[in-house]
């Protein structure tokens, strides 16, 4: 059972999500033989203000 944790800084559309999880579902079957409905995407959504790069907050 794959789980792909999707972190990123802001937020992105509903739209933008699913072809995402499709994009990612699709290359874990074709690649490495697994099933799509046992595949796993979870997004984090993170406000800049608490993320950094070094020292740098991103927000």
């Given at each position: 059972m794959p789980y792909i944790n999707v972190k990123l800084v802001?937020?992105?559309t509903?739209?933008?999500k699913?072809?995402?999880a499709a994009e990612f579902t699709?290359?874990?079957e074709k690649v490495?033989?697994?099933?799509?409905d046992h595949t796993y995407v979870v997004f984090d959504e993170v406000n800049g203000?608490?993320?950094?790069?070094?020292?740098?907050l991103l927000g």
């Open positions: 802001g937020k992105i509903k739209e933008q699913q072809k995402i699709e290359t874990l490495a033989n697994k099933p799509k203000e608490n993320w950094a790069v070094g020292d740098k």
